[in-house]
């Protein structure tokens, strides 16, 4: 099976990072392809409509050109951007994930998105808690999930590679960013998604070195990102102790307080009366 992996001409550390980690990962069926990412200046000189930026223009039409590959090929495949992270549990998951028939009832499955809602949170922590219990992971649908975001890695199943580029027709300018504009068409039940959990892939380092120190406008960035590397099959919350260190001049003392109260209900041993 094919992974498409978008990737800048410049970004050649980038590039070197994803086929390593890929390398070490897959599984004997799997092959990995990269597609050259679209330029902002490719949008410019192109003179692309819509009122996103150009880099958010390129975004969704390095996508766009990938799912157009897939329906070509008429295969299954997995859409990747190259800060996608793959761990031991990876492409045995996606293996185990494509033979059951039931993932025909998705015309795309996510293998991660960003969650910004503490409920969704929680939720997400409960599952994976039951998960480490009994080892069966579940496709949940998008539609459900009112404010997801990111498409770091997706697999667009052959027959709904079509569905996606007529609704990329349907819309002759470029006004929302890609993932945006992905989570519309699911909400609108335009196209049938959901995402596999607990996640089988995340977010790479390179994601987080450029945040890692936040300032005010990026701590919710990396908020969410730290917690899609805490909540993903591979990932364990040790791991970050030092990162999450980095919010202490943050938080306020109230925050600090319901943040106690939230760490006692999500625990694994909490009981509700």
């Given amino acids: 099976m094919d992974c498409f992996y978008i990737n800048l001409d410049a970004e050649t550390h980038r590039r070197a990072a994803v086929q390593e980690n890929f390398n070490r990962f897959r599984t004997q069926n799997w092959d990995l392809t990269r597609f050259p990412a679209v330029t902002a200046d490719e949008v410019v000189a192109e003179g692309v409509d819509g009122r996103i930026r150009p880099a958010e223009k390129a975004c969704l039409l390095s ?15 997995l859409v990747a951007e190259d800060d996608v992270l793959f761990g031991p549990s990876t492409f045995v998951g996606l293996d185990a994930l494509l033979r059951d028939p039931a993932s025909n009832d998705w015309d795309v499955i996510f293998t ?82 959901g995402v596999v959990f607990p996640f089988l892939t995340s977010v790479a380092d390179n994601s987080l070195a450029s945040n890692i120190q936040p300032s005010t406008h990026e701590v919710a960035d990396v908020a969410w990102l730290l917690f899609r590397r805490m909540i993903w099959t591979d ?4 791991d970050f102790a030092e990162k999450l260190e980095h919010f202490d001049d943050h938080v306020d003392a109230d925050a600090k307080a319901f943040g106690k109260i939230w760490s006692v209900i999500s625990d694994r041993n909490f009981l509700y009366k």
Avoid: W
């Fill in 112 to 193: 991660d998105v960003g969650v910004p809602d503490i409920p969704t949170q929680y939720h997400l922590v409960r599952l994976k808690q039951e998960f480490q219990k009994t080892g069966q992971s579940r496709i949940i649908d998008l539609r459900f999930l009112p404010s997801f975001f990111g498409t770091t890695a997706y697999v667009v199943k052959a027959g709904a590679a079509e569905k996606a580029l007529s609704c990329f027709a349907e819309n002759e300018t470029l006004d929302l960013p890609y993932d945006i504009f992905m989570r519309r068409l699911v909400h609108d039940a335009k196209i049938k998604a």
């Fill in 63 to 77: 996508h766009r050109r990938i799912i157009a590959e897939i329906a070509r090929r008429g295969d299954d495949a």
């Fill in 235 to 238: 990932g364990a919350c040790a």
